[in-house]
T-cell receptor
Framework: GQQVMQIPQYQHVQEGEDFTTYCNSS?????IQWYKQRPGGHPVFLIQ?????EVKKQKRLTFQFGEAKKNSSLHITATQTTDVGTYFC???????????FGKGTLLTVNP | DAMVIQNPRYQVTQFGKPVTLSCSQT?????MYWYQQKSSQAPKLLFH???????NEADTPDNFQSRRPNTSFCFLDIRSPGLGDAAMYLC?????????????FGPGTRLLVL
């Protein structure tokens, strides 16, 4: 079945440093979604990428979808303490309903 | 505000004692999902309803059942909770079927099994 690998599992940065998390799928995806889960919270939708090579920006966050639609990345510029949380990618394209979640990257930021 | 609500937020049960978790939504979405999330892991889909059609994941234990009496409500029943069932249970909704639909998650119910 479809698998989505996400690295790194953990990332600790100093406030102001950049951060990137990567996702790779074993199969071509129809779309990829990114969610953020704060400690003790629930996943919150950030963005969806659909087109090959698509790049979207949300303030300091940049999301990319690979040309082959099998990989994606989330880059945060100049991290802040409010960026702390686990970032999950979730790929669509297997069954009609199911999003396959990566294991997430836990970002901690040292003020 | 339209939202996904889960009750209770924390649930303590005894080993083997049936427990029911509830989810309601004011988004009028067609699809409702139940996920299990253990510490430091990704959410794991247990099953989902598309309207009244129930779809079980192949690896979801028989111990887990679900009911959706109407569009707004969905319940997760754990018939005989084991220690391994202690987890956060997340309810999510999407407007329609299809993996391009955004999922909206509730705050979750954290289940503790003693």
């Amino acid at each position: 079945g479809q698998q989505v690998m996400q690295i790194p599992q953990y990332q600790h940065v100093q406030e102001g440093e950049d951060f990137t998390t990567y996702c790779n799928s074993s199969t071509t995806l129809s779309n990829i979604q990114w969610y953020k889960q704060r400690p003790g919270g629930h996943p919150v939708f950030l963005i969806q990428l659909v087109k090959s090579g698509e790049v979207k920006k949300q303030k300091r966050l940049t999301f990319q979808f690979g040309e082959a639609k099998k990989n994606s990345s989330l880059h945060i510029t100049a991290t802040q303490t409010t960026d702390v949380g686990t970032y999950f990618c979730a790929g669509g394209g297997g069954s009609n309903y199911k999003l396959t979640f990566g294991k997430g990257t836990l970002l901690t930021v040292n003020p | 505000d339209a939202m996904v609500i889960q009750n209770p937020r924390y649930q303590v049960t005894q080993f083997g004692k049936p427990v029911t978790l509830s989810c309601s939504q004011t988004l009028n979405h067609n699809v409702m999902y139940w996920y299990q999330q253990k510490s430091s892991q990704a959410p794991k889909l247990l099953f989902h309803y598309y309207d009244k059609d129930f779809n079980n994941e192949a690896d979801t234990p028989d111990n887990f059942q679900s009911r959706r009496p109407n569009t707004s409500f969905c319940f997760l029943d754990i018939r005989s909770p084991g220690l391994g069932d202690a987890a956060m249970y997340l309810c999510a909704t999407s407007r329609d079927a299809g993996t391009q639909e955004t999922q909206y998650f509730g705050p979750g119910t954290r289940l503790l099994v003693l």
